[in-house]
């Protein structure tokens, strides 16, 4: 997997996950500081790698979300990042977010070790995006190749829409 962080390659810790791969469990932290955990989550879900809420393209990416998940039924969505609960939850408020649960993963690590988005050189997640279906298995994955660019929000929804 080749990512770059302003045209600088990166090293991503642990093997890139595939389609059609389940899903492995892991824990995050949710914005009041108690503990999240993957396997208590149903249905289809689609999980947001993103660097830091803090940046202009994350945030962004985050608020379309947002709006996304407005209009798809049954769906949840987790945006989930190395930024401390304490941040996450002024953002939240901020962009009057209900829609996009938005997650810690700065004490685990357990979302990076699942996903293989921890980035060594920055501290940071990658951006990707993996949606799953009911039975915990990955329908798409989508490493953006240069980490200030977004992702493919056309191919995510279709992915969601074709579930």
């Known amino acids: 997997m080749n990512i770059t ?25 949710r914005n009041d500081m108690s503990e999240w955990r993957s396997e208590d989550s149903t249905g289809t879900r689609i999980f947001l790698s993103v660097p830091s809420l803090d940046t202009g ?7 379309k979300f947002i709006n996304y ?16 609960p304490f941040a996450l939850e002024r953002w939240c408020q901020a962009k009057n977010n209900e829609n996009v649960i938005t997650l810690s993963d700065y ?11 921890y980035v060594e050189e920055l501290g940071l997640l990658t951006r990707a995006v993996f949606v799953v279906d009911k039975d915990n298995i990955l329908r798409y994955v989508e490493y953006v190749r ?8 056309e191919a995510v929804l279709s992915c969601v829409k074709g579930i």
């Open 5 to 29: 962080f302003q045209g600088n390659p990166v090293t991503i810790k642990h093997e890139a996950v595939k389609e059609n791969e389940t899903l492995k469990p892991f824990t995050a932290i």
């Open 57 to 63: 393209v994350c945030s962004m990416e985050v608020a």
């Open 69 to 84: 998940a407005k209009e798809l039924k049954d769906v949840t969505v987790c945006a989930i990042s190395m930024d401390l």
């Open 107 to 117: 004490k685990l690590h357990s979302f990076a070790a699942a996903t293989a988005t």
């Open 146 to 153: 240069e980490i200030t660019d977004e992702p493919d929000y």
